[in-house]
């Protein structure tokens, strides 16, 4: 059975990114190199494992840690079918289960540090931006769950850039490590910028 959007939100906050990623492939039919075929720019954004033998793989060091390869299409081509539009909700799911994991674990990191022998996640600050989080995070998956539109899918994803940023920050100077995992935030903006055509269609 295809994976639909709860799935993908809950392979992706349990296993990763990655894993997350190929759920929504395959949940929209684009395996291979029918993935390709219809990605809207130059690179389809796909697992490491999903890449096409045959076809060029443009290297990115911080996406390799993360199991994602970048393969080169043959042509740049229009957005493509209606899967592809599927796809974009597929991939919010993704990256809205991507934000609960790498949030659970900012939760754990600041509940763990302490200012003034009080922990952070009881600072006003932080709790603020920890619930603003959360309702964007409820705001994203209702949208979602809609039937979107192609710049509706562009403001979805653009939004879901924003709080990964936001999930980055709670994490201090430990979210600029590449090595460190909220790395993962960085590769989706990157995976959504291969998959969504971010330029808004004329009137």
């Not at 809207?40 to 390799?64: E, K, M, N, W």
């Not at 081509?77 to 991507?98: Q, W």
């Not at 979107?148 to 924003?162: E, F, N, V, Y």
């Amino acid at each position: 059975m295809s994976a639909g959007l709860r799935d993908c939100e809950r392979i992706a906050r349990g296993e990763g990114l990655a894993a997350g990623l190929g759920a929504a492939l395959d949940g929209a039919g684009l395996t291979g190199e029918v993935a390709t075929a219809v990605a809207p720019g130059r690179y389809a954004a796909v697992p490491a494992g999903y890449a096409p033998a045959g076809l060029p793989v443009c290297g990115h060091s911080i996406a390799d840690l993360e199991g994602i390869a970048f393969v080169q299409c043959a042509a740049v081509r229009p957005p493509g079918p209606a899967a592809l539009a599927e796809f974009a909700r597929l991939l919010a799911a993704v990256r809205l289960g991507l934000l609960r994991r790498l949030l659970d674990m900012a939760v754990a990191h600041l509940s763990e540090r302490t200012s003034g022998d009080e922990p952070l996640i009881r600072k006003q600050l932080i709790t603020g931006t920890i619930a603003d989080v959360m309702a964007g995070i409820e705001l994203a998956r209702v949208t979602a769950d809609c039937h979107l539109d192609h710049d509706a899918r562009a403001d979805l994803h653009s939004r879901l850039d924003d709080l990964g940023w936001e999930v980055t920050k709670l994490f201090g100077a430990a979210g600029y490590i590449t090595d460190h995992p909220v790395r993962a935030l960085y590769v989706s903006a990157l995976v959504a910028s291969a998959w969504i055509d971010r330029e808004k269609v004329p009137e």
